[in-house]
């Protein structure tokens, strides 16, 4: 480990806050090692030589700020929560849009329009609700017979179903 | 007797606009400098300085008056500022390099302050001068941060410290580095 060379505490030193035992020893350190009072002189020459040619910025039309900004607020506290959240706007709309098309598509089969079923029974040459009826008289008539069948021990001989 | 910065924000938070017309008016150069500093762009300058004064209007309610008015509000500035060059800093990155003097619409020499110097020496020591600002430009984001407070605003270290919301030896090491670094491009010239 080699000799000790401040170097923070060299800013410290010059702006004043360092103090006591720490400034003291800053201060001896200094008195014997020229490179570090080189150090020291040419930070504060930096320093002030940057506070006294620090650049000035392209002039601006200040009532055009004052406008501008007067602009802006107002549009801040006419704007609702959507206008500083456009990410979470977009994703709820998207959401919204989606649990639509999950509701219409749960629906279920849509029923064939009376139009459609024109068009079938056309293009078949049968009458649908004739067949809708048969397969009710079908199913009529077989209930029928087990009715018949689960009664025979109580129908009187010789009767005819 | 001139209201206080501290009682005008006091007074912003409780919906006074004439308080806050009057901050603006108070700030506005210097929010406007010190956001140029950091980002040597007029137009971000504008924007994010304007940006500052609306943040200050929101949350004016939330000033405690712990810190002095200028640290509060200098540390949203700065905030702004850093993030935005945080942003786009992969943009400026593809982008080609150009030199601050460049980049300015003015020439950096032009806008310093007339020199009180033997003339003999004022050509060179403007290009000095000219270099030396450019280095700047080159810093690290913290460091130039630190830079700029310091000689341009003239903020001492522990206020320097609350701006940039981080203890003093930190900012003592971003200055010690910052002038070692420009130190050395001066010596190389």
């Known amino acids: 480990m080699g000799p000790w060379h401040p170097e923070t505490e060299l800013i410290a030193y010059l702006d004043g806050s360092l103090a006591g035992e720490a400034r003291a020893r800053v201060a001896a350190h200094l008195d014997g090692c020229a490179e570090c009072r080189a150090?020291?002189?040419?930070?504060?020459?930096?320093?002030?030589?940057?506070?006294?040619?620090?650049?000035?910025?392209?002039?601006?039309s200040w009532g055009r700020y004052g406008v501008d900004l007067r602009v802006r607020r107002e549009a801040r506290q006419g704007a609702g929560w959507w206008m500083f959240r456009p990410l979470q706007a977009a994703l709820s709309v998207g959401l919204v849009a989606v649990l639509l098309v999950l509701a219409v598509q749960s629906t279920g089969p849509r029923p064939i329009a009376n139009g459609g079923l024109a068009a079938l029974e056309v293009a078949s040459g049968v009458r649908l609700d004739v067949i809708r009826t048969y397969t009710l008289l079908e199913r009529l008539d077989l209930l029928e017979d087990l009715d018949v069948i689960v009664q025979l021990d109580r129908l009187a001989p010789g009767s005819e179903g | 007797?001139?209201?206080?910065?501290?009682?005008?924000?006091?007074?912003?938070?409780?919906?006074?606009?004439?308080?806050?017309?009057?901050?603006?008016?108070?700030?506005?150069?210097?929010?406007?400098?010190?956001?140029?500093?950091?980002l040597r762009d007029a137009d971000e300058a504008r924007d994010l300085s304007q940006e500052a004064f609306l943040r200050l209007h929101r949350n004016a309610a939330r000033f405690e008056g712990r810190a002095r008015f200028?640290?509060?509000?200098?540390?949203?500035?700065?905030?702004?500022?850093?993030?935005?060059?945080?942003?786009?800093?992969?943009?400026r990155r593809i982008m080609a390099p150009v030199d601050a003097a460049e980049e300015s619409e003015t020439p950096l020499v032009e806008r310093q302050p007339a020199p009180l110097l033997d003339p003999a020496d004022t050509v060179e020591r403007e290009r000095t001068t000219t270099r030396l600002w450019q280095a700047v430009d080159r810093l690290s984001a913290q460091q130039r941060t630190a830079v700029v407070l310091q000689t341009q605003e003239g903020l001492s270290t522990a206020e320097v410290a609350a701006v940039m919301n981080c203890a003093e030896a930190t900012v003592r090491v971003h200055l010690h580095r910052a002038l070692t670094t420009l130190r050395k491009t001066l010596r190389q010239e």
């Open chain 2, 70 to 91: 200028s640290t509060w509000f200098y540390r949203i500035l700065v905030n702004l500022c850093l993030d935005h060059r945080r942003r786009t800093r992969w943009w």
């Open chain 1, 39 to 60: 150090a020291l002189e040419d930070f504060g020459g930096l320093l002030a030589r940057l506070a006294a040619t620090a650049p000035e910025p392209p002039p601006l």
């Open chain 2, 1 to 38: 007797m001139e209201p206080t910065d501290e009682a005008l924000c006091r007074r912003v938070g409780e919906g006074d606009e004439a308080a806050f017309d009057l901050l603006v008016a108070r700030y506005q150069g210097r929010a406007y400098r010190l956001a140029w500093s950091l």
